[in-house]
C-alpha cells in the first residue's frame, strides 16, 4: 500500500468535544480475561489495562520511550546500572497519591517467581531486592548490568503501576485516564472519566470495551454503528470500505514484523549460504500483496522498520533465484526439501507459507508446509522444525535482540546464539552515548542482514476503523505502542 | 417401557462418563498445554514451568482427572485454569445466550422444517416440489458465515431493519428481541433443509402408501390426511435429525456466535480449548455428554412411538 | 352427479415425464460436475500472483486469498471437492449403514446397547476436539481426511438409519425372509434398507454438503488437503475474508457447491419418485 | 375431476340409461404388458343390491373392483368407461392390513371418518357422536370390545380382527357403493355368517354393494346377482338363484361343484367334472384348471382306519409338539393358556377356533416368530429354540410356516419367483439357478405360470400370492408345515388342487405333517384330527369327523354349527 504514515487527518484537527459514550470492539480471550494489567496478553487486555493504568513510561511511534509516571530518568552515576526515576504528581482513582512504593510493589509483583507474568522478562535486568525508593516520588534501580536503553524497560508491554497491596481486580483502581464501571469477562468491560487525570481528562464520559472475536462481527457492528472503533481489520475489508465515507479506516503502519524463523544451528540452515539462499528466494512484494493483501511494506530481513536505530542504509534484498540456485549448490543442498511450519496463529502465516512454497518451488526447493495448532505454536516452534512462521508485535530494537537473538534470550526462535554477538549488544548498552550505539546498532544489524535467521520479508498495517464522529484517533501509532487504543485523546465531533 | 427408560437413562450416565474421559483425552492428547496456551507468542521456557507448577499441571493426567471426579461426586466442577474462576461460573454464563438461541430456534424450525417436507411432499414431483427442495438445499449449501454476512448485509447494513451483531447489549439478550432474529435466521437455514428433506423423503413414501390412499378414500379431509395419517410414518428418522438439530444447538453454534459476537458455550468450548483449559472442557462435556443422553433418548422415545411394531419381532 | 374414473385415453408408462424430471437434476449437477471432470484440463499454467482480493487486472474472476487468479482455482477445485465429500458420505455410509441396520434388526438388547452407546458417546464429544486433535497427530493426507469427515458422520447417520429402519425391520417380510434362512446382509440392506432408501437418499444427499465444509474446516486447521489448496470448499471458506472487496472469490465456488447439492439431490429425488404412480392415480378421473 | 359442470353434461347425455345404478362399468379393458387382465368388463352395482363377482383366482376380480375406486395397476393401459356416483366408495380389501395405517391406532381413521358424519353437530356433542358411531360400526362388523380395540395398533390385531376393523371403516362412511373385496376370509363361520348378516342389513339400507368373493356361501346368501369371472372375461352373468340352479357355462358348473358350493356339497364331490376349458383369446393367464393335477379324483376323505391307529402307542413319535404353551404379548395377559399338541409325520391336524382365539399365536410360537412364551416346542423331542433366529439351517427347514397375510409377507420390490426360490438356496443348499428351475416347477403345480412369478407381488392377485408363499415354504422341503389360512384367497376349484397337492405330499415317504390353521371346515375336515381353540385353549383335539360331526365341547358346537348350519337364510 501507499499512502504516507503518520499524516495528520484534517478531521483530528478542530477543538474536541466533550461528551459522549465510545464503544470499541476487540477481539478477545472469552470467560478467561481478566483486569489483572500484568496478566495483559491480548489487545483487548491491553486496551483495558491503558484506560485503568499507567506504565511509567510508554514508546511513541519510532518506539523511543515516552515519559508516562515517569516524569524523567536519568542514569545515576557512570556505569549505567543505577538510575533514578522520578514520578510525576499523580493519583490512583481513590485518591491516593502515585508512590514509589506502589512502582516498586508493582514491579516486584510482576518479577515475583512464583507467578509468571510477561513482563518479568522484561524486568530482569533489574534487581529488585536492591532498588529502593529514594523519596515518595523517587525510585532508585539497581541493575544487574550496565543498561543503556533501561527506559525501554519502563515502556515494557505489561509493566503497568498498580496501589500497593492489590491482589484482586474485580474492582480495579489505577491511575488511568478511565475509572472502573463494570467487567464482565469475555463482553464488555465498562469504565467512566477519570476527571482527576494526570494527563488531562479524556473527553469521553464513558469508555466500553465490547469483545467479538470474529472480524466480520466487528466490522458489522462498526458500520451498523453499534461500535465506534473496531480494532483489527482485515486489509480486504479496509480496502472495501476506506474512503467511501461511511466509516474511517486507520492504519498503523509497521505494526507487525512479518518473517520466517531459520533455525541457524540446523541443517541446512546451519549453512549461512542456504539462509541467504531463503533470502534471495523470497519475492517480498508477492508475499506482501498475497498475504497481506498489500497491506503493509516489504521487509529487509531485519526487524524494526521505521523505528528507531532502524539500519535504513543496508541495501534492499530482492528476488533472485539464480544465485539462490547457485548458493543451495554451494551448499551441496540441490533438490532441498524442508519443512515449513506455520499455524492459523497470526494473519497471513498460512497464505504467505504457501506462497512462499510456491516461490521456493522455483528455485528447485521443495517446501513442505505443516500446519500445526495455533494454541502451541509459539511454544512448538522454538525448539522444533527448522523453518517457521514468525511474526513480532511492536518493541524496540534493543528488545527485539535481547529477547530473541542473545545466547540466553528466551525465546531464541532461530537458535542465533554468537559470543561476539553477545558482546557487542553488551557494549552497545554499555555504551552511553547515542552515536555510538547507533553505531553499534547498525554493526549489529548489518550481522543480521547477511547471515541472521529471521527471513522478514514484509511489516503489517494494523488496521482500525472508527465510526465518522470519532475524532483524535492517532494514525501513527504502531500497536501497542502509547498512542494505540489510547481513548482519552478520542471525542466526538 | 419405564424399566427401558430408567435402563437408558443409567446407561447415560456411564454414557456421559464415557464422553468425559474421551474428551479428557483428546484434550491431554492435544499438543500443549494450559501453560502453554497461557504464555502464547512468548514461551520463555522458565515462565512456561512456572504457570505449570502454579497450576499444578505437572502432577499425572491421572491424578488430576481423579481429584475432577472426586470433585464432581460432590457437585463441584472444578476452577478454570485460565481465569481461575469456578468453572460453573462460565458454564453458567455460556448456557444462557446458548439456551435462549437454541430455544428461539426450536421453536420455528420444528413447524417450519415439517411443514415445507409435508408441502414438498404433497407436490411431490411438480413445480412446488422442486422450488422448495430447490431453494432449502441452495440455502443449506450455502457456508453459514456467507448466510450470516449476506443477511447482515443486507437486512442490517442497507435496510437498517435489524441490529447487525449482538455486540454490547450484554447479557439480556431478551430485552432485545431484534437483536437475535439475524443469528435465529443463519442456525435456522439449515436444520430446515435437512429436516424437511427427511420429513418429505418419508412422507412421499406414506403419501403414496395405501393406507393413506385407504383414508382418502374415506373423505378424511386432505390436510388431516397428510398431518395425522402420512406424518407419522415420517417423523422417526426426523425426530433424529430434530435431536441432533438440538444437540448441536445446546452444545455450541460456533459460527453463528462469532458471527454474531455471542458469547454462548460454543465460545466458551472455543476458548476452553484454545487455553487448554482442562476443567471447563470437561465442565462442557458433561454438559454436552448428559444434553446428548436426553436428546437421544427422547428421539429414540418418538421412534419407538411412531414404529409400534418394532420390538415385537421374535 | 356422476364421476367418470377412467381415462379416455390410454395409458403408458410416462417415461418422457421421468426423463425431464432427471433432466432438471442432471443440468443443475452437470455444470459442477463437468468443471470438477474438465477444469484441470482448461485450468492452463499458473499465472503471477497478484495483490489478494482485487477484482479485474487481468483476472476474469479477480484474484483469491493469496492473489491467485480465481477462476483458474475454480477450474482446478472440483476434483478434490467431488472426490472427498463423496467419499466420506459412501464411507459413512458403508460403516453407518450395517450398524444402523443391526441395531434395527436385532432381538438382543445388549447388542444393540454395545452397538448405538459408543456412537452415542462419540455424538457427544465436539467434533472440533476430534478435528484439532487429528490436525496435531495425523499426518495430512486426503484419505485420512475423507476417513475423518466419515468417522464425524457416522453416529449422526447411524442414528437415522435406525430409526428408519425400524419400521420395516418389523415387518413380516423380515419374518418370512428370517424363516427362509435368508442371509443378514440381504435381509438388512435388500429389504430393509431397500424400503428406506428414499429417507437414506434424502439424508445422504444433504450428509454430502455438511462433508463438504467440513473438508473445508479441516484443511484450514491443517488436515487433508493443504489450507490454500484448490477445493471449492475451501475457496469459500478461505476467501471469506475478501467477501465485501472480491465476492467472486467467494460466491462462485459457492454457487457450483449449490448446484451440485441442489443437482444431486435432485437427481435422486427423481431417482426415488412415487410421483409416477400417483399421476395415474389421478388421471384416473379424467374423461 | 369432479366438477359439477361436467358431470351434469354427462348426466345429460348419458345419465337416462343409469337411472337407478350408482356404479356402472362398461366394457373395462386393463391391458398390462400386453395382456389383458381384464377384458370386456361390464356391471351395473345398483342400490340395495348385492352384485357378486366370482372366479377364479387371478381372474380379474380385483381389478374390476378397483376400477370403481378409479385405481388400477402399475404401467395399465386401460380402455372403457368406469361411472360412479359422486361421494365416496366403502372399500374392503382383499389384504386388510395394507391399509391400516402401522404408526397409528386403528381407532385414528375411525373417528376421522365419524367426524366426516358429525360435522352438522353442536361442537360438543360431535366427539361423543363420533365416539359412538364408531363403536356401533365396530359392533356391526362384529366386533366385539369396540372400545378396546380402538386402542390397538394394527399388528396388535388377528387377522380376522383386522379385516373387521377395515369392514367396519366402511360401514361407518355410510357411502352409497361398498366394494369388498374377500371381507370374510379371516373370519370364523360363526362371525361370518354374523358378517354376512350385516352386509345384508347394509344392502337391504340402500346401499349398493359389488361383493368380490371366493365364499361362495357368502355369495349365495347375499347375492342379487352373480358374475363369473375367468381370466378376465365375464363368462355369465345373472341373478344370483337363477345362475345357481341353472349355471350355464361349464367353469360355472365346476365352480359351483365345490365344497361349500352347495349345503349337500358332499354329493357333488363325487361326480365326474367338465374337463378344463381352454383359456379364451391369447389370454395366457394360468388357470387352475390347468393345475396338473387329478381334478376328477375325489378329495382325500379323512381315512377313518390309520386315524385312531395314531393315537395310541405304536404309532409314530410326533414330529413337532407344543406342550403346555401358554403365549403373551407385550403387556398383555396370556393369549394363549397352556396349549399342548403335536402332529406326527404323514399326519394332517387342522387347527380351527374363533377369529382372534391365538391360532395364528400358536402357530407363531410353533415357527419361532413369537418367543414371548412359556412351556416347550419340540422337534423330534428336542426343544427347538424359541426364537428363529437361534435355529439352525436344518431347524428352520424342518418347521416351515406359511403367513396369514401373503402379500405383507413378500419383499414388494424383488420378483416372487426370486424370492421363492431362495429358500431352496439357503435352506438346502441348492445352486440358485437349479432353485429357481425347481421353483418354476413347484409354482407350476399350484397354478402359477412362470410369468406370473417372475412379476413382484403387487403384479399378483392375492390368491397367486398365497399360493406363491405356500411354494416358498414348502421349497424348504419342511418336517412340518404350518398352513395359516392358505386356502382363504382361492378359489374352490384352485383350493380344492392345492389341498389336493398338500394331502399328496404329507402322504410322501419324506412329506410334511401339516398343520392347518383355518376357518374353513371344510378344509378342516381333511385333516387327520382337528384341534379346537378357544380364547387361547385348545378346548377340544381329536380325528376330524368325531370332532366335526359329533362335537363334544359346547364351542366347537357352536363353531360347526347344527348340521346343514352353513346356510343360515
Ligand atoms: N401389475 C401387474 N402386472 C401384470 N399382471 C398383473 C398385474 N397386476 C395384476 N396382474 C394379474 O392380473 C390378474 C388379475 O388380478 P386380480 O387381482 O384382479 O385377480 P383376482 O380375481 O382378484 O384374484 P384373487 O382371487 O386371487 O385375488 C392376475 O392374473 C394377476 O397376475
Ligand atoms: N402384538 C399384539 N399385542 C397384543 N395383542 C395381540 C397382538 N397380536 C395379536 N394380539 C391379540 O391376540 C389374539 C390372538 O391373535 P391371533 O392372531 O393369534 O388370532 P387368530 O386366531 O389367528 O385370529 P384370526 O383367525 O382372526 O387370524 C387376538 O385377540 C389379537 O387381538
Ligand atoms: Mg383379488
Ligand atoms: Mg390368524
Redesign the pocket.
Given at each position: 500500500g501507499g499512502g504516507t504514515p503518520g499524516t495528520a487527518n484534517s478531521e483530528n484537527k478542530g477543538e474536541p468535544k466533550r461528551g459522549g459514550r465510545l464503544r470499541a470492539a476487540f477481539a478477545g480471550g472469552g470467560a478467561a480475561e481478566t483486569l489483572d494489567p500484568h496478566l495483559s496478553n491480548l489487545f483487548a487486555d491491553a486496551a483495558r489495562a491503558k484506560a485503568l493504568f499507567d506504565k511509567l513510561a510508554d514508546y511513541g511511534s519510532d518506539m523511543t520511550p515516552r515519559p508516562r509516571l515517569a516524569e524523567r530518568w536519568e542514569a545515576a552515576g557512570p556505569g549505567l546500572d543505577r538510575w533514578t526515576v522520578t514520578l510525576r504528581e499523580a493519583t490512583f482513582h481513590d485518591g491516593k497519591p502515585v508512590t514509589a512504593e506502589d512502582v516498586l510493589f508493582s514491579y516486584r509483583r510482576i518479577a515475583d517467581p512464583r507467578k509468571a507474568f510477561r513482563a518479568k522478562a522484561s524486568l530482569e535486568p533489574v534487581d529488585l531486592d536492591a532498588s529502593r525508593a529514594t523519596g515518595p516520588r523517587t525510585i532508585e534501580f539497581r541493575l544487574k548490568r550496565p543498561t543503556a536503553e533501561f527506559p525501554n524497560v519502563l515502556a515494557a508491554f505489561g509493566a503497568y503501576i498498580v496501589p500497593k497491596g492489590t491482589e484482586r481486580f474485580d474492582r480495579p483502581v489505577g491511575s488511568g485516564p478511565f475509572r472502573f464501571v463494570s467487567f464482565t469477562p469475555g463482553r464488555s468491560a465498562r469504565f467512566r472519566r477519570n476527571d482527576a487525570y494526570w494527563d488531562g481528562a479524556p473527553h469521553l464520559d464513558e469508555l466500553e470495551v465490547v469483545v467479538a472475536g470474529e472480524e466480520s462481527a466487528r466490522v458489522g457492528a462498526l458500520l451498523g454503528g453499534q461500535v465506534d472503533y473496531a480494532h483489527e481489520l482485515n486489509p480486504a475489508t479496509a480496502r472495501a470500505h476506506e474512503g467511501k465515507g461511511r466509516i474511517e479506516i486507520v492504519r498503523l503502519r509497521n505494526s507487525a514484523m512479518q518473517g520466517f524463523a531459520m533455525k541457524t544451528d540446523r541443517a541446512p540452515f546451519d549453512d549461512p549460504r542456504v539462509r541467504e539462499a531463503f533470502f534471495l528466494i523470497a519475492d517480498r512484494q508477492e508475499l506482501v500483496d498475497g498475504a497481506l493483501s498489500g497491506a503493509g511494506e516489504i521487509g529487509n530481513d531485519l526487524f524494526g522498520k521505521g523505528y528507531a536505530h532502524y539500519a535504513a542504509g543496508l541495501p534492499q534484498r530482492v528476488q533472485d533465484l539464480d544465485r539462490a540456485r547457485h548458493l543451495l549448490k554451494a551448499a551441496g543442498a540441490e533438490d532441498l526439501r524442508v519443512t515449513l511450519d506455520t499455524s492459523p496463529v497470526a494473519a497471513g502465516f498460512t497464505e504467505a507459507a504457501g506462497i512462499f512454497r510456491d516461490q521456493a518451488k522455483k528455485a528447485g526447493v521443495t517446501v513442505e508446509v505443516r500446519t500445526g495448532n495455533k494454541d502451541s505454536y509459539w511454544k512448538d516452534i522454538l525448539d522444533s522444525g527448522t523453518l517457521a512462521s514468525y511474526r513480532s508485535g511492536a518493541m524496540p530494537i534493543e528488545s527485539h535482540i535481547s529477547q530473541r537473538l542473545l545466547t540466553g534470550s528466551t525465546t531464541n526462535a532461530t537458535h542465533w546464539r554468537h559470543k561476539d554477538f553477545d558482546d557487542l549488544y553488551q557494549r552497545l548498552q554499555s555504551t552511553k552515548d547515542t552515536a555510538g550505539r547507533t553505531a553499534l546498532y547498525e554493526r549489529l544489524q548489518r550481522r543480521l542482514h547477511t547471515e541472521g535467521g529471521f527471513l522478514v520479508w514484509g511489516f503489517a498495517d494494523w488496521i482500525v476503523g472508527t465510526g465518522r464522529r470519532v475524532r483524535g484517533v492517532a494514525r501513527d501509532a504502531p500497536a501497542n505502542t502509547l498512542d494505540w487504543a489510547r481513548f482519552d485523546t478520542v471525542w466526538f465531533a | 417401557m419405564n424399566r427401558w427408560i430408567a435402563r437408558r437413562l443409567l446407561l447415560g450416565l456411564a454414557q456421559t462418563a464415557g464422553v468425559v474421559l474421551l474428551v479428557f483425552a483428546l484434550t491431554e492428547a492435544l499438543p500443549g498445554d494450559a501453560a502453554v496456551a497461557l504464555a502464547g507468542d512468548d514461551p520463555d521456557p522458565a515462565r512456561i514451568a512456572a504457570i505449570r507448577e502454579a497450576l499444578h499441571l505437572d502432577r499425572p493426567a491421572h491424578e488430576r482427572l481423579a481429584d475432577w471426579a472426586a470433585g464432581l461426586l460432590h457437585g463441584d466442577l472444578g476452577v478454570s485454569l485460565a481465569s481461575g474462576r469456578p468453572v460453573t461460573d462460565a458454564l453458567a454464563a455460556g448456557s444462557g445466550p446458548t439456551l435462549l438461541l437454541a430455544a428461539l430456534t426450536l421453536v420455528p424450525l420444528v413447524p417450519l422444517g415439517v411443514g415445507l417436507g409435508v408441502l414438498a411432499a404433497r407436490h411431490e414431483g411438480g413445480p412446488v416440489d422442486r422450488a422448495v427442495s430447490a431453494v432449502t438445499l441452495a440455502v443449506y449449501a450455502m457456508p453459514e458465515f456467507a448466510l450470516g454476512i449476506l443477511l447482515v448485509t443486507v437486512l442490517a447494513l442497507r435496510l437498517d431493519w435489524l441490529p447487525p451483531t449482538a455486540v454490547g447489549y450484554g447479557t439480556d439478550l431478551l430485552a432485545h428481541p431484534a437483536v437475535l432474529v439475524l443469528p435465529v435466521l443463519v442456525l435456522l437455514s439449515r436444520p430446515v433443509c435437512s429436516l424437511g428433506r427427511l420429513v418429505r423423503a418419508g412422507m412421499t413414501e406414506a403419501l403414496a402408501s395405501p393406507y393413506v390412499a385407504q383414508a382418502r378414500r374415506y373423505g378424511v379431509p386432505g390436510a388431516r390426511v397428510r398431518w395425522a395419517h402420512a406424518l407419522p410414518n415420517a417423523v422417526a428418522p426426523a425426530a433424529q435429525q430434530l435431536a441432533r438439530t438440538a444437540d448441536w444447538l445446546l452444545c455450541g453454534v460456533v459460527v453463528v456466535e462469532a458471527l454474531f459476537a455471542i458469547p454462548g458455550l460454543g465460545t466458551v468450548l472455543v476458548d476452553a480449548v484454545a487455553a487448554r483449559d482442562v476443567p471447563v472442557v470437561q465442565g462442557l462435556a458433561v454438559v454436552f455428554g448428559l444434553v446428548a443422553v436426553v436428546l437421544n433418548l427422547g428421539a429414540d422415545l418418538v421412534a419407538r412411538r411412531f414404529a409400534p411394531r418394532a420390538g415385537?419381532a421374535a | 352427479m356422476r364421476t367418470a374414473r377412467t381415462p379416455g385415453a390410454p395409458r403408458t408408462r410416462l417415461t418422457a415425464r421421468t426423463g425431464r424430471r432427471f433432466l432438471l437434476g442432471a443440468a443443475v449437477a452437470g455444470v459442477p460436475l463437468l468443471i470438477a471432470l474438465l477444469g484441470p484440463w482448461l485450468a492452463g499454467a499458473e499465472g503471477p500472483r497478484g495483490v489478494s482480493f482485487t477484482a479485474g487486472g487481468g483476472h476474469r474472476l479477480g484474484t483469491d486469498f493469496v492473489g491467485r487468479d480465481v477462476l483458474r482455482q475454480v477450474l482446478l477445485g472440483g476434483r478434490s471437492v467431488v472426490a472427498v465429500s463423496v467419499t466420506a458420505t459412501a464411507l459413512a455410509y458403508l460403516v453407518a449403514l450395517p450398524l444402523g441396520l443391526a441395531a434395527a434388526l436385532t432381538r438382543r438388547a445388549w447388542l444393540e446397547e454395545t452397538l448405538t452407546r459408543p456412537l452415542d458417546v462419540l455424538l457427544a464429544v465436539p467434533s472440533l476436539l476430534l478435528l484439532l486433535l487429528v490436525a496435531a497427530v495425523y499426518p495430512p493426507g486426503t484419505a485420512g481426511l475423507a476417513a475423518l469427515v466419515a468417522l464425524v458422520n457416522v453416529p449422526d447417520a447411524a442414528r437415522i438409519v435406525r430409526a428408519g429402519a425400524a419400521e420395516a425391520a418389523a415387518r413380516p417380510a423380515v419374518e418370512a425372509l428370517r424363516a427362509q434362512g435368508e442371509t443378514w446382509w440381504r435381509t438388512a440392506v435388500g429389504y430393509v434398507a431397500r424400503s428406506m432408501v428414499r429417507t437414506l437418499a434424502a439424508d445422504a444427499g444433504v450428509r454430502l454438503t455438511g462433508a463438504l465444509y467440513l473438508v473445508a474446516t479441516a484443511a484450514f486447521l491443517g488436515v487433508g488437503v493443504e489450507p490454500d489448496a484448490a477445493d471449492w470448499a475451501v475457496m469459500v471458506d478461505r476467501n471469506r475474508t475478501g467477501l465485501s472487496v472480491q465476492p467472486w472469490a467467494v460466491v462462485v465456488p459457492a454457487l457450483l457447491v449449490v448446484a451440485l447439492t441442489v443437482g444431486v439431490n435432485l437427481l435422486c429425488d427423481a431417482g426415488t419418485s412415487t410421483a409416477r404412480k400417483r399421476d395415474r392415480g389421478r388421471k384416473g378421473e379424467r374423461r | 375431476m369432479r366438477s359439477p359442470k361436467r358431470a351434469d353434461a354427462e348426466t345429460g347425455t348419458e345419465g337416462g340409461a343409469r337411472a337407478d345404478a350408482v356404479a356402472e362399468i362398461r366394457d373395462l379393458r386393463v391391458e398390462i404388458g400386453g395382456r389383458a387382465v381384464v377384458d370386456g368388463v361390464g356391471l351395473t352395482v345398483r342400490p340395495g343390491r348385492v352384485t357378486a363377482l366370482v372366479g377364479a383366482s387371478g381372474s380379474g376380480k380385483t381389478t374390476t373392483g378397483l376400477a370403481l375406486l378409479g385405481e388400477y395397476p402399475d404401467g395399465a393401459r386401460v380402455t372403457g368407461d368406469v361411472w360412479v356416483a359422486e361421494g365416496p366408495v366403502g372399500y374392503v380389501p382383499q389384504h386388510p392390513a395394507s391399509v391400516l395405517n402401522p404408526a397409528r391406532r386403528v381407532g385414528a381413521l375411525l373417528t376421522d371418518i365419524a367426524r366426516t358424519g358429525t360435522a352438522d353437530l353442536p361442537r360438543r356433542a360431535r366427539r361423543a357422536a363420533g365416539r359412538a358411531r364408531v363403536l356401533a360400526a365396530l359392533e356391526a362388523a362384529r366386533l366385539p370390545d369396540g372400545a378396546e380395540v380402538l386402542t390397538r395398533y394394527p399388528?396388535?390385531?388377528?387377522?380376522?380382527?383386522q379385516q373387521r376393523v377395515v369392514l367396519a371403516q366402511a360401514l361407518l362412511l355410510g357411502a352409497r357403493t361398498v366394494v369388498a373385496d374377500e371381507p370374510t376370509t379371516?373370519l370364523?363361520a360363526l362371525t361370518r355368517r354374523r358378517v354376512a348378516g350385516e352386509l345384508a342389513a347394509v344392502a337391504r339400507r340402500g346401499v349398493a354393494v359389488l361383493l368380490l368373493s371366493h365364499d361362495l356361501d357368502l355369495v349365495r346368501d347375499l347375492a342379487d346377482e352373480v358374475l363369473v369371472m375367468r381370466a378376465g372375461r365375464v363368462v355369465e352373468s345373472g341373478p344370483a338363484e337363477e345362475l345357481w340352479l341353472r349355471p350355464r357355462h361349464p367353469w360355472t358348473r365346476e365352480l359351483l361343484g365345490g365344497p361349500g358350493g352347495t349345503a349337500d356339497g358332499g354329493q357333488e364331490r363325487g361326480r365326474p367334472r367338465t374337463p378344463a376349458v381352454p383359456a379364451p383369446g391369447p389370454v395366457t393367464a394360468p388357470l387352475p384348471v390347468t393345475v396338473p393335477l387329478p381334478v376328477a379324483v375325489p378329495l382325500p376323505a379323512p381315512d377313518p382306519a390309520p386315524a385312531p391307529a395314531r393315537d395310541t402307542v405304536e404309532g409314530p413319535a410326533p414330529v413337532l409338539e407344543a406342550r403346555a404353551v401358554t403365549a403373551r404379548?407385550?403387556g398383555?395377559p396370556a393369549?394363549l393358556r397352556d396349549a399342548s399338541l403335536s402332529v406326527r409325520a404323514g399326519e394332517c391336524l387342522a387347527v380351527v377356533?374363533r377369529?382372534?382365539?391365538?391360532?395364528?399365536?400358536l402357530a407363531r410360537c410353533l415357527a419361532g416368530l413369537h418367543s414371548r412364551y412359556e412351556g416347550q416346542v419340540l422337534l423330534d423331542g428336542a426343544p427347538l429354540p424359541r426364537s428363529l433366529r437361534r435355529r439352525d439351517r436344518a431347524q428352520l427347514a424342518a418347521v416351515q410356516y406359511v403367513f396369514?397375510d401373503a402379500r405383507a409377507a413378500f419383499d414388494a420390490y424383488r420378483p416372487v419367483l426370486d424370492q421363492v426360490a431362495r429358500t431352496a438356496v439357503r435352506l438346502r443348499g441348492v445352486r440358485p439357478g437349479a432353485a429357481e428351475e425347481e421353483a418354476v416347477a413347484a409354482l407350476g403345480r399350484v397354478g402359477l405360470s412362470e410369468g406370473t412369478a417372475r412379476r413382484r407381488p403387487g403384479g399378483l392377485s392375492g390368491g397367486e400370492l398365497q399360493r406363491a408363499a405356500l411354494v416358498r415354504a414348502l421349497l424348504a422341503r419342511p418336517r412340518v408345515l404350518i398352513c395359516d389360512e392358505v386356502t382363504s384367497g382361492l378359489d374352490s376349484v384352485t383350493r380344492r388342487g392345492v389341498l389336493r397337492l398338500l394331502a399328496d405330499l404329507a402322504r410322501e415317504p419324506a412329506g410334511p405333517a401339516l398343520v392347518l390353521i383355518t376357518?374353513d371346515l371344510d378344509t378342516a375336515a381333511l385333516a387327520d384330527r382337528i384341534a379346537v381353540l378357544d380364547a387361547g385353549a385348545i378346548v377340544e383335539q381329536g380325528p376330524a369327523a368325531e370332532a366335526l360331526t359329533a362335537p363334544r365341547h359346547p364351542f366347537t358346537r357352536a363353531l360347526t354349527g347344527s348340521p346343514g348350519a352353513h346356510g343360515p337364510r
Open positions: - | 415385537v | - | 399388528h396388535q390385531l388377528s387377522g380376522g380382527q379371516g370364523d404379548h407385550r398383555t393369549l377356533g377369529s382372534g382365539g391365538g391360532k395364528t399365536t396369514q376357518h
